[in-house]
């Protein structure tokens, strides 16, 4: 039996590669993507997502433009990661398919709505802004959805956007409030596990010795981990969020526990932070899985083997 899911995403390279994962996974079925601004404006996530639908023979799939700005603040962006198009490291041609009618909101909105109650995942692998408004504007939905899976936070690993905040919470930290309030099941892969899941050179050759699109692959990995590895003197880049994706195919491949995760929004030192009880020393109940580790070896594995299906 597939697992519908939808993904609601910036992308980015970590993006591309993710969405790549879920479209040559069989046991996911992607009812559509919807886009935020977040790495890049939002009319360069949208172009992004569509040039990785072509790449991966889904021209078929809808994607709707969503929210071009944060809940209450102004957008900032990663291009000084992701470089200025969001996908540097490979060049792709401009895409055929259009954007879907209709606004990324009022897409999660009718199709959670549609979709029979518990059969729908979310897997926001950005700044949360579509998926609160969504949950603000129809909070009939908060029941229908089965768990919201994200890549964001953190908690040894602190931040990597300022040093208590990871970039996607950070970039929208109401919309992360919400999310993380709603009552719905989550799952968050944090940069504590993503950072366990780095490039390096024999992953990102097993990359590009996977066909076609593995070498797109090694491209986007090549050209995204110059950024982590001159800043933290690491082997390779993580990426972050295929996680998500190889979290829902692969559980087995990570450990976690549940734990109360607050999201701060007022302090100007620690905008953005994840404050995670990992160790349970308050008596505020549970609300999230957060992941802390993951079998790094295993999880590369499953990625290659699935992007040499394209």
């Given at each position: 039996m597939t697992q519908k899911i939808i993904i609601d995403t910036d992308p980015g390279q970590d993006d591309a590669v993710a969405i790549l994962l879920a479209l040559a996974s069989p046991e996911l079925e992607v009812l559509g993507l919807t886009t935020v601004a977040g790495n890049v404006p939002l009319d360069l996530t949208s172009l992004n997502a569509r040039k990785v639908c072509e790449l991966a023979g889904r021209p078929d799939?809808?994607?709707?433009?969503?929210?071009?700005?944060?809940?209450?603040?102004?957008?900032?962006?990663?291009?000084?990661?992701?470089?200025?198009?969001?996908?540097d490291g490979a060049d792709l041609p401009d895409p055929q398919m259009s954007l879907a009618d209709g606004h990324a909101v009022d897409f999660l909105i009718d199709t959670l709505r549609r979709e029979a109650p518990g059969t729908v995942t979310l897997c926001p692998l950005g700044p949360l802004t579509n998926i609160a408004t969504a949950l603000n504007r129809a909070p009939d939905i908060a029941e229908r959805i089965q768990r919201i899976v994200l890549m964001g936070g953190a908690y040894f690993q602190v931040g990597n956007i300022t040093p208590a905040a990871e970039f996607n919470i950070y970039v929208d930290p109401e919309a992360a409030r919400t999310v993380f309030a709603s009552g719905v099941p989550l799952t968050v892969l944090p940069l504590d596990v993503t950072h366990k899941a780095l490039t390096t050179r024999a992953r990102n050759d097993a990359f590009r010795a996977a066909g076609p699109v593995g070498q797109v692959v090694a491209g986007w990995t090549g050209f995204f981990e110059r950024f982590d590895m001159e800043k933290y003197g690491s082997a390779g880049a993580p990426l972050h969020d295929p996680c998500v994706i190889a979290w829902l195919l692969r559980p087995d491949l990570f450990h976690g526990r549940e734990i109360n995760v607050e999201i701060e929004v007022d302090s100007p030192l620690t905008r953005g932070m994840t404050v995670a009880d990992w160790w349970r020393v308050t008596d505020r109940p549970a609300n999230a899985l957060f992941i802390g580790d993951v079998d790094a070896d295993g999880f590369f594995a499953l990625l290659t083997d699935r992007i040499a299906r394209f």
């Amino acid at each position: 039996m597939t697992q519908k899911i939808i993904i609601d995403t910036d992308p980015g390279q970590d993006d591309a590669v993710a969405i790549l994962l879920a479209l040559a996974s069989p046991e996911l079925e992607v009812l559509g993507l919807t886009t935020v601004a977040g790495n890049v404006p939002l009319d360069l996530t949208s172009l992004n997502a569509r040039k990785v639908c072509e790449l991966a023979g889904r021209p078929d799939l809808p994607v709707h433009a969503g929210c071009d700005r944060p809940v209450a603040r102004d957008l900032v962006t990663a291009e000084h990661v992701h470089g200025k198009t969001g996908l540097d490291g490979a060049d792709l041609p401009d895409p055929q398919m259009s954007l879907a009618d209709g606004h990324a909101v009022d897409f999660l909105i009718d199709t959670l709505r549609r979709e029979a109650p518990g059969t729908v995942t979310l897997c926001p692998l950005g700044p949360l802004t579509n998926i609160a408004t969504a949950l603000n504007r129809a909070p009939d939905i908060a029941e229908r959805i089965q768990r919201i899976v994200l890549m964001g936070g953190a908690y040894f690993q602190v931040g990597n956007i300022t040093p208590a905040a990871e970039f996607n919470i950070y970039v929208d930290p109401e919309a992360a409030r919400t999310v993380f309030a709603s009552g719905v099941p989550l799952t968050v892969l944090p940069l504590d596990v993503t950072h366990k899941a780095l490039t390096t050179r024999a992953r990102n050759d097993a990359f590009r010795a996977a066909g076609p699109v593995g070498q797109v692959v090694a491209g986007w990995t090549g050209f995204f981990e110059r950024f982590d590895m001159e800043k933290y003197g690491s082997a390779g880049a993580p990426l972050h969020d295929p996680c998500v994706i190889a979290w829902l195919l692969r559980p087995d491949l990570f450990h976690g526990r549940e734990i109360n995760v607050e999201i701060e929004v007022d302090s100007p030192l620690t905008r953005g932070m994840t404050v995670a009880d990992w160790w349970r020393v308050t008596d505020r109940p549970a609300n999230a899985l957060f992941i802390g580790d993951v079998d790094a070896d295993g999880f590369f594995a499953l990625l290659t083997d699935r992007i040499a299906r394209f």
